[in-house]
């Protein structure tokens, strides 16, 4: 199986988890690229599957080791990465990785493995729009949901250097396009 990687990002609250989800679902040749992360675990998260939680040094160690194919500090102190290992173990298993991370991140793994990887990025139909998603999540403080919105600011600057653009106004037609897109690059019906 060629060695190829998918790679959705979005401004948070955007609906990318969902459809990845729904992408995960629906396309057994998919499988989720679990990120490491030196952020502190959510009370429903699992050490393994949703992330791999590593302190601040573990995760230095492992850039000393090159054992990213990407990483970033994606807010203050807080460091995201894709490792190399994860990728392996997925193509290992004759799939290939869903790769859900930042912009940056996105762009990174996207200079190094060129035209086997594919970037889509989900875009929301306003910023007015996805204020109110991150409002309705009841998870946001008033800080937060301005850094959030700041940074979704910045992200959607980096929209045009995305393989892919697509607009969730809608949930539904937003993952029947992201599921074309995917199918056409890898090739299945």
Do not use: C
């Not at 996805?130 to 992200?155: N, P």
């Amino acid at each position: 199986m060629e060695k190829k990687i998918i790679i959705i990002t979005a401004p948070s609250g955007a609906g990318k988890t969902t459809i990845v989800k729904k992408l995960l679902a629906t396309m057994p040749v998919l499988a989720f690229s679990i990120s490491a992360s030196t952020r502190v675990p959510r009370a429903n998260e699992v050490h393994g599957k949703d992330y791999y939680f590593m302190s601040a040094d573990e995760f230095h160690a492992q850039i000393d080791q090159d054992a990213f194919a990407e990483y970033e500090m994606v807010y203050a102190g807080k460091y995201y990465g894709t490792l190399k290992s994860e990728l392996a173990r997925i193509w290992d298993n004759e799939q290939i990785p869903m790769v859900d991370i930042d912009v940056k991140g996105a762009l990174s793994i996207k200079e190094k493995y060129h035209d086997k990887a594919l970037t889509i990025f989900i875009q929301p139909p306003s910023l007015d729009a996805l204020r109110d998603r991150l409002s309705e999540r009841g998870t946001e403080t008033q800080a937060s949901l301005d850094e959030r919105l700041a940074k979704a600011r910045y992200e959607l600057s980096f929209a045009h250097e995305f393989d892919k653009i697509v607009v969730n106004d809608q949930l539904e037609k937003a993952y029947e396009e992201v599921k074309k897109l995917v199918s056409d690059f890898l090739k299945i019906s």
